[in-house]
Nanobody, 119 residues
Framework: QVQLVESGGGLVQAGGSLRLSCAAS????????MGWYRQAPGKQRELVAV???????NYADSVKGRFTISRDNAKNTVYLQMSSLKPEDTAVYYC?????????????WGQGTLVTVSS
């Protein structure tokens, strides 16, 4: 099993920066991708950024050039550096991990961390 613990959300003014962290524990070796998703009030959850075990990254068009996903393998932690934040980035951000263990696919979610960007 994999467990995810997020941290780093908060209130920031438009144009500011925040860094989210997601620490993974458990069967880390079974993870092949980790990502960040967000859900704004009244909207569906959407992909923000993802990083694979091979280091490949992918971003939503709305955050390209402003957000950077990275990982620290020694700490089993994935980060989301968010810059030039906009009010429309306000959402609950969820960490996600996908993997396979004993031939079975799994997907795990963190508890979510609220990011509020004021105008």
């Amino acid at each position: 099993q994999v467990q995810l613990v997020e941290s780093g959300g908060g209130l920031v003014q438009a144009g500011g920066s925040l860094r989210l962290s997601c620490a993974a524990s458990g069967t880390i070796f079974s993870i092949y991708a980790m990502g960040w998703y967000r859900q704004a009030p009244g909207k569906q959850r959407e992909l923000v950024a993802v990083i694979t075990s091979g280091g490949s990254t992918n971003y939503a068009d709305s955050v390209k050039g402003r957000f950077t996903i990275s990982r620290d393998n020694a700490k089993n932690t994935v980060y989301l550096q968010m810059s030039s934040l906009k009010p429309e980035d306000t959402a609950v951000y969820y960490c996600n991990a996908e993997g396979s263990i004993y031939g079975s696919h799994f997907e795990v979610w963190g508890q979510g961390t609220l990011v509020t960007v004021s105008s």
